[in-house]
């Protein structure tokens, strides 16, 4: 069993910076893809980005491209997500999320293991 601690959450004004950071205990999961979700109120849970168990392969949501920056420490058992020029409509509560399989999926059924999910709030 895989056990999953977000932090780095909270809020900020628009155009600011917010580095979450997702910890892994239970097993080691640096054979596994991670990856980062978030779901803003009254939507659909989304795939914002997602690394792959080498760090050779990543994806970023297109709202996101350019902005964000996942990456991994799998010594640390640990992936993060730095966020940049933050916008409003990022606003959401975000989950990360340990894959079943090395390779990243957009598809949540393909995670085995989630956080409990962190706030992130941008003001305007």
């Known amino acids: 069993q895989v056990q999953l601690v977000e932090s780095g959450g909270g809020l900020v004004q628009a155009g600011g910076s917010l580095r979450l950071a997702c910890a892994a205990s239970g097993r080691t999961v640096s054979s596994r893809a991670m990856a980062w979700f978030r779901q803003a109120p009254g939507k659909e849970r989304e795939l914002v980005s997602a690394?792959?168990?080498?760090?050779?392969?990543?994806y970023y949501a297109d709202s996101v491209k350019g902005r964000f920056t996942i990456s991994r420490d799998n010594a640390k058992n640990t992936v993060y997500l730095q966020m940049n020029s933050l916008k409003p409509e990022d606003t959401a509560v975000y989950y990360c999320?340990?894959?079943?399989?090395?390779?990243?999926?957009?598809?949540?059924?393909?995670?085995?293991?989630w956080g409990q999910g962190t706030q992130v709030t941008v003001s305007s």
């Open positions: 999320a340990v894959g079943t399989f090395g390779y990243w999926s957009n598809q949540p059924s393909r995670y085995d293991y």
């Open positions: 690394l792959n168990w080498s760090s050779d392969s990543s």
